[in-house]
């Protein structure tokens, strides 16, 4: 009896493994051990809840791909979700397309999946959530049965139907929100050519290079999207901020006399460039998670108050707010400048010879280092730096310098006295490879550099400049004399402004 009982209870234990280790997804995936015979097409056919939306699904084309070999999941909306839809013309073409491709992603998205939530590229372009712990894409529901298994994909039913979302920029392009604001931002949309796409009719005899069909080559083009963000790219989340008009005339009138061009139209233009750039922002500000300041693409501190959210548009690509407050300070736009004398994007320095510029690793030095033109046998030397767009109006410069290597770099002499002087320089072109400058103005007559170590080093006072325009800075540190040296921690530029 012994004998005959071991077989059958290691038979009873191995079917209890293997039962043990079945994977319960396997029943889901394979709905009562059925193997699927019906392509997606088919399965749709046959599923009388769904007529409305197939016979869209037909109209927009997809008969012969969802017949294919090919893989995809449909969340295909019932009947009742079709006709309590919300206005969309289904009569027109492309919208009839963008509707029907909004349902459809290519491959297989299993509702029993291990994966809680995934972001899927429809047809459409536009990224769906699709939430499986819930049971839900975006804030649709899946009804039972889920997942409808066919030979080429997935079928979901969903209660309500996926309406594509405007994507930011087409939410600027169609609001009646914000008009003036809006109205500048349509502006800058033009007509451009683009030789890549164009038709090549013929070579120029003269110059042998191809001759366009210009007509062919033009394609629309936006400044706001090609400089500061494409608000119509589906993969890049951004906010967008719209001001009611008295804002946008106020931020304008705030502004306009510090971005002062010889040219009034141009300088109406600028500030309102100005004023509309700082307005998007990079990924999306929900208002769960809304700071009190937001920080723009050009670094700019850009106040948020909730309580001035007169509107809000939840766009396929992010989030667009209209405002009726957003004051930004003028210190946080037209704010100081510092530029490190070791930085070299942006200096440039004359030297005839030698080994001339030292950037030194100095602990207390500002960014933990400080920059040194020493035997460059000019007369004098000079460090030309690019300090950036300046506002019109008054400026005060100061610079950090400290000559604690005795007067020179490479021959220190304790009796040397070093001094140097700041001037404002303009960059005119170029002539061949040679920059050509202006004549230097002076900011600041011949100053020793009396600090001769970093821990008692001070920010020295240099003088006041007025700019009558808007404008991009050079500034000079010019040497003493012949071949004499020159040493920077950093310079700094503060605007002189009004009291806000």
């Not at 210009?214 to 494409?230: A, K, P």
């Not at 001037?423 to 600090?451: C, K, N």
Request: aromatic share 12%.
């Amino acid at each position: 009896m012994n004998k005959l009982m071991k077989p059958g209870l290691l038979l009873l234990m191995m079917a209890l493994i293997l039962w043990g280790c079945k994977d319960p997804w396997e029943d889901h995936l394979k709905p009562d051990g059925a193997i699927p015979e019906s392509n997606l097409f088919e399965l749709l056919q046959s599923t009388p809840e769904l007529s409305y939306f197939t016979g869209y699904l037909i109209d927009a084309g997809w008969q012969e791909e969802l017949e294919s070999s090919k893989s995809f999941t449909v969340w295909a909306p019932d009947n009742d979700a079709m006709s309590a839809m919300d206005a969309w013309d289904l009569d027109d073409s492309a919208s009839l397309a963008m509707f029907v491709n909004n349902h459809i992603g290519f491959t297989a998205y299993p509702y029993y999946s291990p994966v809680k939530q995934v972001t899927v590229k429809m047809f459409s372009d536009k990224n769906l959530l699709i939430d499986n712990e819930n049971g839900k894409i975006e804030d649709a529901s899946l009804l039972e049965p889920f997942d409808r298994l066919a030979t080429n994909g997935i079928l979901h039913v969903i209660d309500k139907a996926l309406l594509p979302k405007p994507n930011a920029w087409e939410i600027i392009e169609i609001t009646g929100s914000a008009p003036q604001h809006v109205a500048y931002l349509k502006s800058l949309s033009e007509m451009v050519f683009n030789p890549s796409i164009a038709t090549i009719i013929g070579v120029d005899p003269v110059t042998g290079k191809p001759v366009y069909d210009t007509l062919s080559g033009m394609v629309w083009s936006n400044r706001l999207i090609t400089e500061v963000r494409d608000l119509r790219k589906e993969d890049s989340l951004s906010t967008v901020i719209l001001v009611e008009d008295p804002v946008w005339e106020s931020e304008f009138l705030k502004y306009r006399p510090y971005y002062k061009l010889a040219d009034s139209v141009k300088s109406d233009e600028l500030t309102r460039w100005l004023v509309s750039r700082d307005l998007v922002f990079r990924g999306l500000k929900s208002l769960e998670e809304m700071p009190d300041t937001l920080v723009s693409l050009f670094g700019i501190k850009i106040p948020f108050d909730r309580s001035a959210i007169q509107q809000t548009y939840e766009a396929s690509n992010g989030i667009v707010y209209v405002m009726s407050s957003c004051d930004v300070r003028l210190g946080n736009k037209i704010h100081p400048w510092i530029v490190e004398g070791e930085d070299t994007n942006r200096v440039t320095f004359i030297a005839v010879s030698g080994q001339t510029g030292y950037t030194r690793q100095v602990e207390l030095a500002s960014g933990g280092y400080d920059f040194i033109l020493d035997n460059h046998g000019a007369n004098p030397g000079n460090i030309k730096y690019h300090m950036g767009e300046f506002a019109a109006g008054y400026y005060d410069f100061y610079w950090v310098a400290v000559n604690d290597f005795r007067g020179s770099y490479r021959t220190p002499n304790s009796a040397t006295v070093l001094q140097q002087r700041l001037d404002f320089v303009r960059y005119l072109g170029m002539a061949g490879h040679e920059i050509i400058w202006s004549t230097p103005s002076q900011i600041s007559d011949l100053i020793t550099v009396v600090d001769s170590t970093y821990e008692t080093a001070r920010e020295v006072y240099l003088g006041q400049r007025f700019f009558t325009t808007y404008q991009d800075v050079w500034l000079q540190v010019t040497g003493s004399g012949r071949n004499t040296t020159i040493c920077l921690d950093y310079l700094k530029a503060v605007p002189v402004l009004e009291e806000e």
